[in-house]
DNA sequence: ATCAATTGCGTTATGCTATAACGTGTGCGA
DNA sequence: TCGCACACGTTATAGCATAACGCAATTGAT
């Protein structure tokens, strides 16, 4: 899916998240954005749908929570399966692919005939700097 | 962490747990414990708390529920990283381990010097007999 | 035996996350 | 012009999780 021009709340939504230093929660993104307009959840809830299908936000499930991808400009659709590092002392996310863990996976669902539709995969724990 | 004899309340939610087909919500359990005097979710998610302690329940967070663990009388906790085939159509999860995935996702937090505290892979999709 | 600390438990209240359901307006092709 | 798709706004509701209080039983020193 390529993302096609924003519409004014997905640009909103994006906007907040791209300038945020770590992930958000949808009601933050809504106090964040109540001075341009917005007053109810599913504002927020119906930009990030189309943002996530774009691909150009991903969801954390672990903590609920919406990161803006890394990749600026590309499909990170394309990339394989997206894993994350989250710091819980500071909520940097680093987001990362690898192709080697994808394959195993991949062959793991094929051998069980068990067709993978959403992979996540995220590690949540202490960044260099907070481990320290 | 080994698993002490389980008091009361978290033997009745493992208990629910084991006989389940598939993964449940805290506020299912709650109804299904209410005729064994369950009034509120705090009696739950206190008994789930030690549950996932002792690993013998995980919890999915891309569905915010929980399932017990597949290795009845085993330490989960010494197989490495748990992953997870969540069918979306029956509900049917399958836990695995693959040390080789392991590997890859250590390597690359030792690279970026990240502290790996707790790992979530869930693979969220059609099992063989609902993708038939 | 006594005291203090720990742990489990019950209850009430609250907060956070997500979606249902309804209606409006706008743009665009048949 | 009609019908449809889509974005949007609003209200209400559903679903998930924890805070804060108090009580009782257990344990383990002193
Ligand atoms: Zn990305
Ligand atoms: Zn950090
Ligand atoms: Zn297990
Ligand atoms: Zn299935």
Chains 1, 2 share one sequence.
Request: aromatic share 8%; hydrophobic share 40%.
């Amino acid at each position: 899916m390529n993302a096609p021009p924003l519409t004014k709340n997905q640009a909103l939504v994006f906007d907040v998240l791209e300038k945020a230093e770590g992930p958000l929660s949808a009601y933050t993104i809504l106090d964040k954005l109540r001075d341009h307009g917005f007053r109810a959840p599913l504002q927020v809830y119906r930009a990030l749908e189309k943002l996530l299908e774009y691909g150009v936000v991903h969801r954390l499930e672990s903590i609920n929570s919406f990161v803006a991808c890394a990749h600026p400009g590309e499909n990170c659709h394309s990339h394989g399966i997206v894993a994350f590092a989250i710091c819980e002392s500071c909520g940097q996310v680093m987001e990362f692919h690898d192709h080697e863990v994808d394959h195993r996976l991949m062959d793991w669902t094929r051998g069980k005939k068990f067709k993978a539709e959403k992979t996540t995969i995220e590690i949540r724990g202490l960044c260099e700097a907070c481990a320290a």
